[in-house]
């Protein structure tokens, strides 16, 4: 009669546990969620209007820009790598993110429309 008690103990204590770990699990995620780096943009449309390779600067008519809180228009700017200047012309129709880079609202990604 001893056994029995101590294996309802035991497979009580045994779910107990695996709960704890479940939700301790469940916490560092959400909390790395919360304070890991932060999504990738969302690729806007853009239409490159100028290109400055002297200055390391490109102009493009875009779309909005959600994660910059930004609305459509025509705007300069920087580039994250000077061979993006090299990849498009005046009038390629492109997909791009920009973010906040030391300051300065910076092309991060950049490809051609398809």
Do not use: Y
């Not at 035991?10 to 916490?27: C, N, Y």
């Not at 875009?62 to 930004?70: A, D, I, S, T």
Request: proline fraction near 3%; charge should be neutral; charged fraction near 20%.
């Amino acid at each position: 009669m001893n056994a029995i008690p101590t294996l309802m103990l035991a497979a009580v204590m045994a779910a107990a546990t695996s709960m704890a770990v479940a939700q301790d699990s469940g916490h560092a995620h959400h909390e790395h969620a919360a304070h890991g780096a932060p999504a990738a943009a969302e690729l806007a449309d853009g239409e490159v209007r100028k290109i400055d390779k002297d200055a390391g600067k490109m102009t493009l008519r875009h779309g909005e820009l959600k994660n910059l809180n930004m609305s459509a228009m025509t705007m300069v700017f920087r580039v994250k790598d000077s061979a993006m200047l090299d990849a498009v012309k005046p009038g390629d129709k492109v997909r791009f993110a920009a973010e906040r880079v030391d300051g300065a609202i910076t092309i991060v990604q950049l490809q051609a429309a398809q």
